[in-house]
């Protein structure tokens, strides 16, 4: 390292602080020791700002809990990690809401604190770049709620500069709820077509028949209740843009039809002989796989390359995590605002959790969460919302639902039925032996010290939580 971090270790144990200066200081660091939790705020009050604190929990006069919440008053950006004898699961917990980045269990070994220290060393340096991009904010690109702060979104954006000038076709795809809306309006204001109509047709709203009108209209006495002629969504978006959503869950005989007046700019209505002539730019959108939709004969092949002049695909949120913060701010003015209440600054934590959420439901579920966020005004709460959904979808879910799905060889599957299997033998006998650790290697017939590398791969080292508690992964990852 050119320039030392500096750690700070708090303990009122003096072969505790002696032993953790010598093995952080043979690995580079600047290490200061104090013996008291006040002693550690009186240097904190003075300005000093060690790149991490090493707490002790369990400390007469003021305990190591009451020590980081104050530390929290002071400055919410230290990089904290606890100390303990105790796994109390309570007590893990409060740490963590409270700020702590990480929780090691005494007697601990070098690599957990290597890997807690890497942990905290990530989450600074998450932070400066947060704080970079708020800083930047005035400077990204934001068209209609589009936050381009990723890579990929920023490359989206400069397609859609280039792309929205020409009167072309665009297809849009992406998972439900990416926002594929968003990039069609931005296409549209950026278009000479800006002061035209932007009419959006979501096509698996309507069934075909209904579709058919309400794209082309009908003429008086087309069919039963037709008391009089009405327009469809092409004549309105006359000299505009038309955005047809989830475009492949049109049927086929519908589709034939699009393709002709994609071809021709010309219809007739339901009923009608006269054609209507369109000049309309239409954009489409899906959430399905295109290959496979054309495959299976549900979506025409020629319809798709009449379309697919140019293509955007919009990545998952779960792809682009940096925007999450400035995603859940916007979201946090926008309806603070809607709703009149007064725009809560979410802790770090729940901006962390957000971020490790793989929101399947993308923006959508996100712009929702954030909803509940400013009526409920309960930090803590959506904090413990986040770990129970993540919780639920691990459950549900077990082998990552946020991953592409993959093939799974058979030695995949043998090793997972097998993995599987340990961590229930190995919870059956904790519970058991009410978290004997001791008791339950025995029973298990196992050494002590390959439980706890087990307990730790599984994530059952957190307490005395049940299997399906979200608490203990979150205590880990933290």
Partial sequence: MTVKERILVVDDE???????????????????????????LALLDSGDRPHFIILDVLMPE??????????????????????????????????????????????????????????????RELRRENDALRDYCDRLTEDLSFLAAS???????????????????????????????????????????????FIKVNCAALPSELLESELFGYEQGAFTGALRAKPGKFEMANKGTIFLDEIAEMSPQLQAKMLHVLQDHQF????????????????????????????SGRFR??????????????????????????????????????????????????????MNYPWPGNLRELENFVKRYIILQDDEGSFRELLE???TRQRTSPRDA???????????????????????????????????????????????KALLYKMRQFKLDAGRAPRSSPVAPMARNS
């Avoid at 290490?31 to 006040?38: E, F, I, R």
């Avoid at 002989?273 to 495959?295: G, K, M, S, W, Y």
């Avoid at 140019?310 to 913060?325: A, C, D, G, K, Q």
Wanted: hydrophobic share 40%; proline share 4%.
């Fill in 151 to 197: 890579p990929q979104m920023v490359k989206i954006r400069q397609q859609i500069l280039q792309i929205a000038p020409v009167d072309v076709p665009v297809f849009v795809a992406g998972e439900s709820g990416v926002g594929k809306e968003v990039v069609a309006r931005m296409i549209h204001m950026r278009s000479p077509r800006v002061n035209q109509p």
């Fill in 301 to 354: 092949e020629d319809l798709y390359y009449r379309l697919n002049v140019f293509s955007i695909t919009v990545p998952p949120l779960r792809e682009r995590t940096r925007e999450i913060p400035l995603l859940f701010r916007h979201f946090l003015e926008k309806y603070s605002e809607k709703f009149q209440k007064q725009a809560m600054e979410p802790s770090n934590n729940l901006i962390e959790a957000a």
């Fill in 402 to 448: 946020s991953a592409p799905q993959k093939e799974q060889g058979l030695k995949a599957l043998v090793r997972g039925l097998k993995d599987e299997a340990e961590m229930e033998a190995i919870a059956d006998a904790l519970e058991k032996t009410n978290w004997s650790r001791k008791e339950a290697a025995r029973m298990l017939g196992i050494s002590y």
């Fill in 389 to 391: 959904m993540a919780a």
């Fill in 62 to 123: 003021m305990d190591g809990v009451e020590t980081l919440r104050r530390m929290m008053q002071i400055d919410r950006g230290l990089n904290v990690v606890m100390l303990s004898c105790s796994n109390e699961v309570t007590t893990v917990v409060e740490a963590i809401r409270i700020g702590a980045n990480d929780y090691l269990t005494k007697p601990f070994e070098k690599s957990e604190l290597d890997a807690a220290m890497l942990k905290c060393r990530q989450k």
């Fill in 268 to 295: 007739n209505r339901l009923g009608g002989r006269q054609l209507v002539q369109c000049d309309v730019r239409v954009l489409a959108a899906t959430n399905v796989d295109v290959r496979e939709a054309i495959q």
């Fill in 14 to 40: 003096p072969s505790i602080r002696k032993y953790l200066q010598t093995l952080l200081e043979v690995d580079g660091y600047e290490v200061n020791t104090v013996n008291s939790g006040s002693e550690a």
